[in-house]
C-alpha cells in the first residue's frame, strides 16, 4: 500500500465518542474497562473523524504484559506547520480507573508522572513516518492476528486525509524489540518512565476471552481484522 509513502511530502497541510467508546484515551469504570479499551486500541474516535481537511492523526501502544505496562503515544498534526503535539502515557493495565482522563489532562490522580504532552517538529513526524514504513506499516493488517494481553505487541494507526490505516506487530511476524519506531517515539516521550523490554513471560491457563490471570492479573484477547480489531 503505497499510501502513506506518497503522503510524506504532504506531511505539512480532536475527541469525543459516546458510549462506550473511548474519549481521549478515558476508559472509565474498570467493570467495563476491556470494552473501553477496545475502543480506545481500535482507535474509534479516530476513524469517526477521519476525514479530508482534518489534521493528520497518529495513535500507538505498546502492550509490555497488559499488568504490567502499557505505554500509549497520541500525536496530532498542526495545522499549517506541519509541527506536532506528542501524548504519551504510561500506566499498569490493571490500575486503570475513571480518572484516567483526569490523569492525563491534571498530570494528578494513579499516574501522576507517567504523563507528558510534548511539541515534536515536522521532521520529528516525517522520522515517525519513515520508521513505521522501514517497519512494514504499508502491508494490509494481518487478518486473524491474535493479540494476547499477557504477551508483548505494538499496535500502530494512522489518519491522514480521511485515510485510515491499522497494523499490529507480535513476536510473531517481527522482532518487537527491533521496530524503529520505538526509537523515535522516545524524542517526544518526557514521562520518565522505564521501558519495559520484551521478555517471555510465564501464560496461565487461557480458557476464555476474560479471565482472571495469576497472581490478580486480567487477560483478554483482541483479533485483528481487515483494517482494526473484530468485535
Known amino acids: 500500500m503505497k499510501l502513506f509513502r506518497a503522503a510524506l511530502p504532504a506531511l505539512a497541510m480532536t475527541f469525543l ?61 498542526v495545522a499549517p506547520s506541519g509541527a506536532a503535539v506528542q501524548t504519551t502515557n504510561v500506566f499498569r493495565g490493571g490500575t486503570i480507573g475513571a480518572d484516567w482522563l483526569l490523569g492525563q489532562v491534571s498530570g494528578s490522580g494513579a499516574r501522576a508522572g507517567n504523563y507528558s504532552r510534548v511539541d515534536i517538529s515536522l521532521d520529528d513526524l516525517v522520522a515517525i513516518e519513515q520508521a513505521l514504513i522501514r517497519s512494514g506499516f504499508e502491508k494490509p493488517a494481518i487478518r486473524g492476528q491474535i493479540l494476547h494481553s499477557d504477551e508483548f505487541y ?28 520505538r526509537e523515535v517515539l522516545a524524542k517526544g516521550d518526557e514521562t520518565g518512565a522505564a521501558f519495559v523490554e520484551p521478555y517471555t513471560p510465564t501464560v496461565f491457563g487461557r480458557s476464555s476471552r476474560y479471565y482472571t490471570a495469576g497472581r490478580g492479573g486480567t487477560y483478554f484477547t483482541m483479533q485483528i481484522g481487515d483494517n482494526g480489531i473484530i468485535r
Open 154 to 181: 505494538w499496535i500502530a494507526m494512522v489518519c491522514r486525509e480521511g485515510n485510515f490505516k491499522y497494523y499490529a506487530w507480535t513476536d510473531r511476524n517481527a522482532d518487537v524489540a527491533k521496530l524503529p519506531f
Open 17 to 77: 465518542l459516546a458510549g462506550c467508546a473511548a474519549d481521549s484515551g478515558s476508559v472509565g469504570n474498570p467493570v467495563f474497562r476491556p470494552f473501553q479499551w477496545f475502543s480506545y486500541a481500535n482507535g474509534d474516535d479516530i476513524r469517526e473523524q477521519c476525514t479530508a481537511g482534518r489534521n493528520a492523526r497518529y495513535r500507538l501502544i505498546y502492550n509490555a504484559i497488559y499488568d504490567e505496562q502499557v505505554r500509549t503515544y497520541d500525536i496530532v498534526q
